[in-house]
Structure formats: structure tokens, C-alpha cells
């Protein structure tokens, strides 16, 4: 039935970084050439190989690909249980992507431990590509929990001055999470039992209880619901859960700020998409008013949080939490827009933010400071590193063309159909996003350059070369999404119905619109007495089919 | 059906579509090739690309996009008026998915796609033709440019702005005018702020994007609400779509129902606010007085002729949502006249000659709105056109004066260069002469139809509105035609005061007068040490402010009101007619125009704005002392510092929304660290407590009593301790006695 585990690609990609993690075990600590470029050899092969899945997968299916399923506790009904849809696959690659650019990110910012550091990097991409490809809740619990350890190391090491306080804020606070996530797992589990089913902790039969659980008291409903969402939105980070992040992004080495912004938080909206919202549908629905406004609260707090700071990558990290909040606004809207919008919203978010990171990273690593007010006028003397940054700004406050913009529009159109109001209130983050941006790029690119500031070199070879992925991929994105969508697709679809399976039911207004596209401009000469009455109805027939 | 399939395969085909899409790429390619090539050779340290490459590159682009345009004009001016629209769909764009909308589910797909027809046509022969001319001139004006290295810069940025227009006029789709529309915001911003290292250009870029964010909530709120109630944002959809919506008593959008009419006045409106900020009308007009810091050529092209007309387009282009929106339109119309009124005032108490022009334009675009507000969709929109040829001609002809003058922007230090610099006095004053609206020139038959329009609205149909937003716009045509001849005689009468030679004490130093370092070019006036005086600039750049004059001069004829059809035809109104919405049908009236248009047509061109022109010229050409003016200034400080300020409606922004916004931001942020984090390290430090706490007593209680057993152990062990003494015959003799009374009781048992 399915192909035998050897003939799993997604799980060798997932593997390939641990792997390569024990053969570099057994280099000596000296060679800090060979973690360099071995490190980059594993990450970039995996990658390549991580592609292919781009090709194979089924468009026109919503179900589980490159399902694979074998016993693991077979008492306690544990499989070792893998496979991806559209939603996974599309951040297991955004996850290949951006661990090859964070491992070549490191290789001049990283001074001490190289061997340690680059196995914890390739540990960190195997937990976190384990947990998207995970079709057992068990095992997904395992990976979420084990891709803490790499972290609370890279930060705790390789961090700044409070890095052992970040480090353990990181730790107990996700730690917290999981464990308010672990006791929803097992009262769905032992739900499973209560009602006489073979308990299981396959992902498909936790979504296959959601019936079940309408059943049950409101009481324990609200109460799982929160449960799941409190673990989520830790993770998210969601307000009033934010402050660890600011935290442990601006201790954590530049890689590690990568990693975070641009995989980790994902694994709080990719825990809505694949648990809250398909399990707790109508809970969810109870609950939304108080969700949407930690959501609006997380927008504009955000930013306007991110617009006094004086520290780059706090501004960067406040952005991010912004940021996120408009990727749940787009997720709570339930509807294929807002959701294909929020799947966006990670991926862009995964795009524009890891790349602000090593935009930042780049002058701490010449000037030693992240203080704005020790910049200016850098694009004089940077024209390169100028233009990659007004990219990249342009790209997070989302201008149309760049992938945030596909993003935003994505969301801010599905929360308007879902609640019109809270997206009026959303749309005034945008106003300021692009203030505290551009007010960022003033002060650290334009305005006199001080004769310290001058001597900074522009981007090396290495750095263009890690950069130019991410432009890519972000004018890709803004210009031709469509394939991204098609991947999203059907699973999106296959969730709307889950959460409302009324949904598409109402009437299709697609060839209406194509008659009156075809009618066009001459629909707006008056028409002499019948001819207007006459057409309406003829276009409201066509409409049923 | 076969006529459905006919009727799609005309729709997909449509004559000469093919290289449509060249039109809005061709800039973009010419500004990717000479920002890329300069940008490698910036970084790569090698000399700047050849500036003959860089202008054939940016020169040519634009040139082969407008005679495209040309072509594709000519060949919808030869088919008939309801077919005039050509459409090529490049790309499906964004395919979003199924959406809840009004009446069931669309699919919210838009395409990457051009429409090509009378108005985006017009539109695009604007963009291209008057961009080139700008070129052009920017060949010549940005001659320091060419020399020190950031000539590719601006030419790039120049080409990538026509791009971003052609995009924002030729879309076919609210999404893709909305990316042209974002796109020249980008380029303006970049160009404001092409003298980066000027923090007051900087500024001014950054103030214009935020700004223009604003208004982009209210459109981006508008288009969502189109979508909802129409499922689609393509045009010719919404167009064929308006007639069966507005027949309907009332549509139902989250659960709220109102009346289409209800609907489409808060599309309109919210629509509008993004056109206040684009077009920088009331109160979101602050961004284009500062805008000013960019180089000349940008002014000219960005901030008069093309982008901030955008606003203008999109109404016209929205006509059908306007004009079932009579609420949405008086709004327009009053603030597009209370924008002229407030703009022109402010253009009175100028003396940056940028400046001037710059409240100028927001005027002339209050005008244009007024004209939509009054339905007068095409009397806007021709203002548009003629407004784009004599202001461009006057933001050139005064980047001519500025570089022969050295960089000197400030009126009193200039004068007398009438017979220096003929060919851009005569196009300046021919530019003035439309402005004002004079017959015949452009100005004339565009203003003056818009204030017919606004006037008719309250003669014939009775809105009292009409009639004030009349009497604003007569007020502010008044201030512009004397403060268009207030600049003319202070820049060209007279003698020229820059040299030294300034018997009248008007010429102020550089630090006496606030705006004087904002010089446009980047650098202090420095040179006035020169000893030669201006003299006419190269012929690259006067010519094509020439042309612009000529075409100020003549192009008001491309649209005679019907009122004076003996002069011509109103081509102009009669080939966009077929895009707008007719409400019913209209039968061609013949009716004689009433006797009030020709008087108040003879009473503009000929007493208000002639009177307002001569008082100007009697207050500073007469007495060349400015004694009036400056006894009116000593009068009324107040007033004047007033005016002056722009009634300090940047001052009260800072005070009322930018600085609160900070504040806020700066409290939240105490509040995130102090109560938010302050709850997550409390809990700590409280976790941590407690933890002492239980050592304590683990330490104290716990082990104290495991200790106390200990040391009861010890004390009472000391007897039996004594018996441990080491010595083997000890031991061996308490054996002894142990075997013996083992021994003794087996013995007994």
C-alpha cells in the first residue's frame, strides 16, 4: 500500500540533518572549516533532495501524501506515523529553505564551539521537520518538545549578555505551553476511550472526534479549546504571551534568530490550522470574540511597541509579534481567504523577518551594536546592503508586488468577509508597520554618515549569496503565488469544510461575473426601457451551475 | 451559447493584444537594467555606467512605451466606441479561493492583466508622453548627477515610476491599479528622498509613504467592500454588473441591509480617502508641500502631472460606483473645493518658487475633484490633461530658473530674468496664462467647464452645496491667477537681485529665511560667489518645457464646451463618454446653453481672473519696492505667519496624532516590560522565593529533624561507643563471653 520507509522521501529529509549531525560528531573540534562547510554540505542537501516534493505532490488532493505507518507502542496506540498535506509540505520546504541559509549565515558570527553549535543547528532542523511531517499526535508532542533543547542551547552558548536568562524564559514558558497542549492531547485521548473507540493518536482520528466532543458539556469544550490555544499562542507568540520572544531574539546569535522568527513561531499558527480549528470548530467559534481581540491588541501593540525601540532587533522582533497577530487574525477569520492568507503570513513572515534578522546581524557583526542611534547614512558606502534592506522593508510592510502584500491583502480580505469590523481595526497595523519601518531605514540608512560608520564594508560574496534565496523567493511570491496556492488548496478547502461544512454550498457567482465581465463597458450606457430587465435575469440563470 | 463562446474568444483576443503588456514593461526593464548595471558597478568599484548608456536606456524605454501607446490609441480611435477596450491577461496573479460574498460564493481569482481603453488610454499617452518630456529635461537638470556617480540612481528610480503608473492606469482590476498605486508611492518615496543624506529629504519621503498609508486603509477598506458586493474587483465585471445591483431595493451584507445606494456611498467614501491621500487633498495633503525636497523633474513628474492624479483616475475609472453615490459626491466636491480655497491661500504667502507651485497643485486638484464631485466626470479629467501640460511646464521652467540661479529656490533672490533666459519665460508665461484661465488657453476651457459644472449643479437642480463649493472655487481661481503673476514678477521682472545689485533690500541670506537650505539639489546655494549671472539653460531642458507650454496653449481645444460648439467639438468628453454610467437613457439635447454660462464664462476669463492678474502686477511689478505687500505683512503678522505656516497643520499633526502615537507607543512599551514581563519575572521571582522558602525548610525542618534523630542517635550512642576500644583481647574476651552464653542456653534447651 504505501512505499516502504527507505522510499520515504520526507522522511530521509527529515533525517538527512541528524545524520549528517553524527558524522560531524566524530570530526575533531579543531577543524572549525569542516563544521563550516559540512554543516552547509548537509543543509543544502537537504534542500535539494526536499524539492522534489514540490513536484510529487498531488495538487488536486487534500489527503495525507507520502503517508508511511508503522507500530510504535502499539498499547497505548502509538504509531509512528508520518505523511504531509499542502499545509505541511509548504512549511517542511520553507523549513529546508531557511536551515540552509541560517547554517551559512553563522559562518562569521559564530567564534566559539563550532562543533557543538553546528550539531545543535542540524538537530534543531530534524525536530523541526519532524514536526510537520508527523501524522501521530504522540510523536508530533515528541518533536515539539525536542526542538526546544537545540534552541534553549544555541541561545544559552551563543548568545548575548542575558543569554541564560532569555534561554530559560524560552524554555519554561513553551515549556508551559506544552504541557497545557499535552493535557488537551490526552483528555481528547481518553475521550476516545469514554466513548467506547479504540483509543488512537493519529492526527485523523483527533479531528474525527470533533463531533464527539460538540457532544460533550460546554464547560469542557471552552476548557480544552483553551487548553489548545493558550499552548498555541505561547508558541505564536500571541499578547499578552509575547515577552519571551523580544527576549530570546534579541540574545539569541543571528542564526538563531533566523531559526526562530523564521520556522519555530510557525509551529504555533501551523497548531491552530492542524488542531484547534478542525477539533474545537464551534468552541473556537464561542471563544472568538476574546481570541480576535488578543489578536487586534497583538497588531497594533506590536507596532506600536516596535516603533520606540531603540534596538534594531527588538524593533524586529516587536514586528514579528505584529506580525504573527495578523497571520491568527487571518487564521480566526475560518474562511479560505483569511486562512490562505494566514498559510501566506507564515511563509512571508518566514521570508521577510529571517531576512531583517541577517539584515541586522550584518552590521552587528561590523560595528558590534544594534543601537539605531549609532547608524546613519549607511547607504552611501553599502549601496548593496542598502537595497537588499529597502527589499526587505518593502517586503514586510507589505507593498504589492513583494510577497507580504499577498499575505496581508489575503487576510485582511478574509477577516473582512468573517468580521468586517476587526479588520478595519487590523488595517490601521499596516498604517503602522510602514511607519515604524521606514522610520527604522531613515535613521540607520539615511541622513550624514559618521567616519566610523564609513568604513563599514558592504556585503561579501557569501552574504549576497545567502540573501539572494530570500529575494528570490520574495518577489516570487509577490508576483506569481498561484503555484503556492494550488498547493494550498485543497487542504485549505478541506479544513473550511471541516469548520463549516455549509460553506461552499451557496450559490457559485462564477459565471454570472463572466457574463458581466463580457458585458462590460456597454453595461454602463442607460439601456432603452427593456433591455436592462431583460439581461439581469438571463445572467441570475446561468448562475446555478 | 455559441454567441457566449464567440463573445469570450473576441473578449480573450482582442486586436493586437500581444505586446500590450511592453506598454508599462519596457521602464521597467530600462530601470532594471541601469539599476542593476550601476548598482554593479557601484559595488564592484568600477566607474559609473556611461551616462549616454544610462539615457538611452531610461530615454528609449519610455519613448518606444509612448509611441506603443500611440499605436494602440490610434487602433482603438478606429473601431467603435462600445468595442474601444483591449485586454491582455498575462498571469493569474492570485487565486485566493472561495469567498462568502453578497450573493453566494466567488471564487476570488484576479488576473495580472491590462486594459487598454479610452481612459487608461488617455491616461497612459499622459504618463508616457510627459514622462519623456521630463526625461528629457531631467538629461540636463541632473547634470551634477551625471558627474558624481548617482545618475543611474535617478533614471532608475525615474523609469520605475512610469512602470509603477502604467500599472496603476492600465490594470485591469482594482488589485492591480492598487499595485501601481502602492508602486508610485514607492518611487515618490525613493525620489523625495533621492538626497538621502539631507535628513529634512529623508524626512519628507518617509512623511509622504506614511501619509499616503492612511489613505490607503480607506481604499484598501473600499475595495473589500466592492469585492463583497460584487465578487470580483475586475472592472469590466463591476462594470457590467453596477445595472442589475442598482436595480435591486436593497442588498444585504453582514446582515446589515441597507439600500445599494447606502452601500456605494461608503464604497465612494472610503475610496475617497484613499484618493485624499494620493492626491493629496484635505487633510491628508501635508506629505506634498515637503515632497518638494526631490529633485525638480520629480516634482514635475510625480508631484503635478502623473501620481497625485491617480486620485482623480480612480474616480473616473469608479464612475459607476459615483454616480450612484450622490452622498459620496458631495463630499467629494466639498473637499476638493475647500482644498483649492485653503491651497491657493497658502500659495499666496510663498517665497520658495517650489513652493508655490507645490500648494498650486494641491489647488488645481482640489479643482479636479470638484469637477467629479459635480458628476462632471470629464471636465475633471480634461483639468487633469491640461493642468498635467502647464504645471509641468512651470515645475520645469522653475527647475530652470532654480539651476540658473544657481540653486537658489527663494523668489526675492532672483528677478529680472526675462531677457536672460527667453525661451523659459515665454513658456512659463504661457504656462501662467492657462493656469489662470485665460481664452484660449487649456486652463480656460478646463477650470472654467468644472466651475460651470459646480455652478449648474445649484442653478438647475437646486444643492445648496453647489453653489458654496461655486463661490470657494471662484475664490481660490482668484488667489491662483495673483499668485501665479506674483511669481512670474518676482522671478522675471525687474532686475536680477542675485548678484548683489538689490536696491529694494529684498533678497534674505540663506539663515534668515527657514526653508533655504531645503535646496532641491542636495547641497547649500554655495555658489553665489559666481560672478556670471544666470543665462537660458541647455536646449535639452528648455525644450521640452516648451512643448508643454505649447501643448497648455492649444490643448484646451480637445474639449470645447457645448456652449461654444462653433469652436469645435468636445472630442475629449465624447471619447470617454462611452465609460460612463448613464442612470437613463439621454437623448442628445440640442437646447441653447442659458445666457448665465456665457456670463459667467465672459465674467471669469475676462474680469475675475484678469482683475486678480493685475493686482498682482500692481502690488509687485508696479512699485518695485513691494511696499504694499510688505505693509501688509507689517499689518498683519499674524495672519501672514498664518498663511505662511500653512496654518500650522503640520505643527498641530505632530501635536495631535504623531506625538500621542509615540507617547503610546512608549507607555505600552513600559507596560509590556513592567506589568506584562513584569508578571512573567514576578512569577519567577515569586517561583524563586518559594523555592527558598522550601529549602528553608527542607534545610531547617526537614533535615533539622532528620539531624535531630541523628544527634539523639549520638547522644545516646556514646555509652556503647566506649566499648569500642580497639583492642582485640576486648574483643576477643566479649567473644569469649558471648560463645559461653550461646553455650549455655543450648545446654539448657
Same mark, same amino acid.
Not at chain 2, 568600477?46 to 556611461?50: D, E, F, I, V
Not at chain 2, 540653486?407 to 529680472?416: L, P
Given at each position: 500500500m504505501t512505499a516502504p520507509w527507505y522510499l520515504n522521501l520526507p522522511l530521509w529529509v527529515t533525517f538527512v540533518p541528524l545524520l549528517g549531525a553524527l558524522a560531524l560528531l566524530?570530526?575533531?573540534? +579543531?577543524k572549525r572549516r569542516v563544521f563550516e562547510l559540512g554543516a552547509l554540505a548537509i543543509a543544502i542537501i537537504d534542500f535539494a533532495i526536499s524539492v522534489p516534493l514540490w513536484f510529487q505532490y498531488?495538487?488536486?488532493?487534500?489527503a495525507v501524501q507520502w503517508a508511511f505507518s508503522t507500530d510504535w507502542i502499539p498499547s497505548l496506540g502509538v504509531k509512528f506515523a508520518i505523511g504531509m498535506d499542502g499545509i505541511s509540505l509548504v512549511l517542511f520546504l520553507l523549513t529546508t529553505f531557511i536551515g540552509f541559509i541560517a547554517v551559512w549565515c553563522s559562518f562569521s558570527a559564530i567564534e566559539e564551539r563550532h562543533k557543538e553549535y553546528y550539531i545543535w543547528l542540524l538537530v534543531m532542523q530534524t525536530s523541526m521537520l519532524g514536526v510537520f511531517i508527523c501524522q501521530d499526535v504522540f510523536l508530533f508532542y515528541l518533536f515539539w518538545e525536542l526542538m526546544l533543547v537545540p534552541m534553549y542551547f544555541l541561545i544559552a552558548i551563543w548568545?548575548? !549578555?542575558?543569554k541564560l536568562y532569555a534561554a530559560i524564559k524560552l524554555f519554561l514558558y513553551t515549556l508551559t505551553g506544552s504541557v497545557l497542549m499535552l493535557v488537551g492531547i490526552l483528555a481528547i485521548y481518553f475521550l476516545q476511550k469514554k466513548v467506547g473507540m479504540?483509543?488512537?493518536?493519529?492526527i485523523e482520528s483527533f479531528q474525527a472526534m470533533a463531533p464527539v466532543i460538540l457532544q460533550q458539556t460546554k464547560t469542557f469544550q471552552y476548557l480544552l479549546a483553551l487548553a489548545f490555544f493558550i499552548g498555541f499562542a505561547i508558541k505564536v507568540p500571541m499578547f499578552p504571551f509575547h515577552t519571551w520572544l523580544p527576549d530570546a531574539h534579541v540574545q539569541a546569535p543571528t542564526a538563531g534568530s533566523v531559526i526562530l522568527a523564521g520556522i519555530l513561531l510557525k509551529m504555533g499558527t501551523y497548531g491552530f490550522v492542524r488542531f484547534l480549528l478542525p477539533i474545537l470548530p464551534s468552541a473556537t467559534k464561542a471563544l472568538m470574540p476574546y481570541f480576535l481581540t488578543l489578536t487586534i491588541i497583538g497588531i497594533i501593540y506590536g507596532a506600536l511597541v516596535a516603533m520606540i525601540q531603540k534596538d534594531m532587533k527588538k524593533l524586529v522582533a516587536y514586528s514579528s509579534v505584529s506580525h504573527l497577530a495578523l497571520c491568527m487574525l487571518g487564521l480566526f477569520a475560518m474562511n479560505p481567504n483569511g486562512i490562505m492568507g494566514g498559510m501566506f503570513q507564515m511563509i512571508n513572515h518566514g521570508i521577510s523577518t529571517s531576512a531583517l534578522f541577517l539584515i541586522v546581524g550584518i552590521v552587528y557583526e561590523r560595528r558590534h551594536t544594534r543601537q539605531?542611534?549609532?547608524?546613519? &547614512?549607511l547607504s552611501k558606502t553599502m549601496p548593496i546592503y542598502a537595497t537588499i534592506f529597502m527589499i526587505m522593508t518593502m517586503s514586510s510592510i507589505g507593498l504589492?508586488?513583494?510577497?507580504g502584500f499577498i499575505g496581508e491583502a489575503a487576510i485582511l480580505m478574509g477577516a473582512f468577509q468573517a468580521h468586517p469590523w476587526w479588520a478595519v481595526a487590523a488595517t490601521t497595523g499596516i498604517i503602522l508597520g510602514a511607519a515604524y519601518m521606514l522610520w527604522l531605514y531613515q535613521r540607520v540608512m539615511f541622513g550624514p554618515i559618521s567616519e566610523t560608520n564609513a568604513k563599514m564594508a558592504d556585503l561579501n560574496a557569501r552574504e549576497i549569496a545567502y540573501f539572494t534565496p530570500l529575494i528570490v523567493a520574495a518577489f516570487w511570491i509577490g508576483l506569481w503565488p498561484t503555484p503556492l496556492m494550488k498547493v494550498l488548496k485543497a487542504p485549505i478547502d478541506k479544513l473550511v469544510v471541516q469548520i463549516? !461544512?455549509? %460553506?461552499?454550498? @451557496? /450559490?457559485?457567482l462564477e459565471s454570472r461575473q463572466k457574463a458581466a465581465a463580457q458585458e462590460g463597458m456597454a453595461g454602463m450606457a442607460a439601456p432603452e426601457a427593456h433591455a436592462a430587465e431583460g439581461h439581469a435575469p438571463a445572467a441570475e440563470a446561468h448562475g446555478g451551475h | 451559447m455559441l454567441m457566449e463562446h464567440a463573445a469570450s474568444a473576441a473578449l480573450s483576443t482582442?486586436?493586437? @493584444?500581444?505586446?500590450?503588456?511592453?506598454?508599462?514593461f519596457l521602464p521597467l526593464f530600462g530601470a532594471l537594467l541601469n539599476g542593476a548595471y550601476g548598482l554593479f558597478c557601484k559595488a564592484s568599484g568600477?566607474? @559609473?555606467?556611461?551616462t549616454q548608456l544610462v539615457d538611452l536606456l531610461a530615454l528609449g524605454s519610455v519613448g518606444v512605451a509612448f509611441l506603443l501607446a500611440v499605436g494602440y490609441f490610434v487602433t482603438l480611435m478606429g473601431q467603435a466606441p462600445i468595442n474601444r477596450s483591449i485586454t491582455q491577461s498575462l498571469?493569474?496573479?492570485v487565486d485566493l479561493g472561495g469567498a462568502q460574498v453578497m450573493d453566494g460564493v466567488a471564487r476570488n481569482t484576479v488576473a495580472w492583466a491590462y486594459k487598454f481603453d479610452p481612459l487608461s488610454g488617455a491616461m497612459a499617452l499622459l504618463v508616457t508622453g510627459v514622462g519623456f518630456l521630463i526625461h528629457l529635461f531631467s538629461t540636463g537638470y541632473m547634470s551634477e548627477e551625471r558627474q558624481d556617480g548617482r545618475y543611474y540612481r535617478f533614471m532608475a528610480y525615474l523609469n520605475l515610476f512610469v512602470f509603477s503608473m502604467l500599472n496603476l492606469v492600465l490594470g485591469a482590476n482594482i488589485l492591480m491599479m492598487f499595485l501601481g498605486w502602492e508602486g508610485v508611492g514607492l518611487c515618490s518615496y525613493l525620489l523625495i528622498g533621492f %538626497?538621502? *543624506?539631507k535628513e529634512f529629504a529623508a524626512a519628507a519621503g518617509k512623511k509622504a509613504f506614511v501619509t499616503n498609508r492612511i489613505g490607503d486603509f480607506g481604499f484598501m477598506l473600499g475595495f473589500f467592500l466592492l469585492f463583497q458586493i460584487f465578487?470580483?474587483?475586475d472592472f469590466d465585471t463591476l462594470m457590467g454588473m453596477t445595472r442589475s445591483i442598482m436595480a435591486r431595493p436593497e442588498l444585504t451584507i453582514f446582515g446589515l441591509t441597507h439600500s445599494p445606494t447606502w452601500w456605494f456611498n461608503l464604497a465612494g467614501i472610503l475610496l475617497f480617502v484613499g484618493a485624499c491621500g494620493k492626491s493629496a487633498?484635505?487633510?491628508?495633503?501635508?506629505w506634498l508641500p515637503d515632497a518638494?525636497?526631490?529633485p525638480t523633474p520629480v516634482s514635475a513628474l510625480i508631484?503635478? @502631472?502623473?501620481m497625485v492624479t491617480s486620485g482623480l483616475y480612480m474616480i473616473c475609472r469608479m464612475n459607476f460606483i459615483y454616480t450612484n453615490a450622490p452622498m459620496a459626491l458631495s463630499v467629494v466636491l466639498f473637499v476638493g473645493a475647500l482644498t483649492a480655497l485653503v491651497a491657493a491661500s497658502m500659495g499666496?504667502? /510663498? %517665497?520658495?518658487i517650489k513652493k508655490v507651485l507645490a500648494y498650486s497643485t494641491v489647488s488645481q486638484l482640489g479643482f479636479m475633484f470638484m469637477g467629479m464631485g459635480a458628476g462632471a466626470y470629464t471636465a475633471g479629467m480634461f483639468h487633469v490633461f491640461t493642468h498635467a501640460f502647464f504645471k509641468a511646464a512651470l515645475f520645469l521652467g522653475s527647475g530652470s530658473v532654480i539651476m540658473a540661479c544657481h540653486? +537658489? /529656490? *527663494?523668489?526675492?533672490?532672483?528677478?529680472?530674468l526675462k531677457s536672460k533666459m527667453p525661451w523659459t519665460y515665454a513658456s512659463m508665461l504661457i504656462a501662467t496664462i492657462a493656469i489662470a484661465g485665460i481664452? !484660449?488657453?487649456?486652463g480656460f476651457f478646463s477650470k472654467d467647464e468644472i466651475l460651470w459644472k459646480v455652478f449648474e449643479g445649484w442653478y438647475k +437642480? &437646486?444643492?445648496t452645496l453647489n453653489l458654496i463649493a461655486w463661490l470657494m472655487g471662484m475664490a481660490g481661481a482668484f488667489m491662483t491667477a495673483f499668485y501665479m503673476v506674483r511669481l512670474m514678477v518676482m522671478t522675471f521682472? =525687474? +532686475? %536680477?537681485?542675485?548678484?548683489?545689485?538689490?536696491p529694494y533690500g529684498h533678497t534674505v541670506k540663506a539663515e534668515g529665511?527657514? *526653508?533655504? #537650505?531645503?535646496?532641491?539639489?542636495? #547641497?547649500?546655494?554655495?555658489?553665489? &560667489?559666481?560672478d556670471h549671472g544666470p543665462k537660458e539653460v541647455v536646449w535639452n531642458m528648455w525644450v521640452p518645457v516648451f512643448i508643454l507650454a505649447l501643448l497648455a496653449l492649444?490643448? &484646451?481645444?480637445?474639449n470645447i464646451p457645448h456652449s461654444l460648439h462653433w469652436l469645435g467639438g468636445a472630442h475629449f468628453s465624447e471619447w470617454l463618454g462611452p465609460l460612463l454610467y448613464q442612470k437613463e437613457a439621454v437623448h442628445a439635447s440640442h437646447e441653447a446653453a442659458p445666457a448665465i454660462e456665457y456670463g459667467l464664462m465672459a465674467w471669469a476669463t475676462l474680469v475675475w481672473a484678469p482683475g486678480a492678474m493685475l493686482l498682482a502686477w500692481w502690488i509687485y511689478k508696479m512699485d518695485p519696492t513691494w511696499a504694499k505687500a510688505k505693509g501688509f505683512v507689517a499689518k498683519f503678522p499674524g495672519v501672514f505667519r498664518w498663511v505662511h505656516n500653512k496654518y500650522f497643520v503640520d505643527e498641530f499633526y505632530e501635536w495631535a496624532i504623531i506625538g500621542p502615537c509615540k507617547q503610546l507607543g512608549a507607555q505600552l512599551w513600559a507596560f509590556d516590560t513592567w506589568v506584562v514581563d513584569g508578571m512573567v519575572n514576578g512569577a519567577a521571582r515569586f517561583t524563586l522565593i518559594w523555592a527558598n522558602i522550601s529549602f528553608w525548610f527542607d534545610a531547617k525542618i526537614v533535615d533539622g529533624l532528620v539531624n535531630f534523630v541523628a544527634w539523639l542517635l549520638q547522644r545516646f550512642s556514646g555509652g556503647f561507643g566506649k566499648?569500642?576500644? =580497639?583492642r582485640v583481647q576486648n574483643y576477643a574476651f566479649v567473644m569469649f563471653l558471648g560463645f559461653l552464653v550461646f553455650a549455655f542456653w543450648k545446654f539448657l534447651a
Open positions: 566524530l570530526v575533531p573540534k +579543531e498531488d495538487r488536486g488532493s487534500a548568545g548575548g !549578555p542575558q479504540t483509543p488512537s493518536f493519529s539605531i542611534a549609532d547608524f546613519g &547614512g504589492p508586488g513583494l510577497n463549516d !461544512p455549509t %460553506y461552499f454550498k @451557496a /450559490q457559485a | 482582442p486586436v493586437h @493584444a500581444s505586446v500590450l503588456w511592453l506598454i508599462p568600477r566607474k @559609473a555606467p556611461s498571469w493569474t496573479w %538626497y538621502f *543624506d465578487g470580483s474587483v487633498q484635505i487633510p491628508l495633503y501635508v518638494m525636497a526631490g508631484h503635478a @502631472a502623473t499666496l504667502a /510663498q %517665497y520658495d540653486h +537658489e /529656490q *527663494d523668489m526675492r533672490n532672483m528677478g529680472g481664452f !484660449p488657453f487649456s +437642480e &437646486g444643492h521682472a =525687474g +532686475e %536680477y537681485r542675485g548678484a548683489g545689485h538689490d529665511h527657514h *526653508d533655504a #537650505h531645503h535646496d532641491d539639489h542636495g #547641497h547649500a546655494p554655495s555658489h553665489s &560667489g559666481h492649444v490643448g &484646451g481645444f480637445l566499648l569500642q576500644s =580497639g
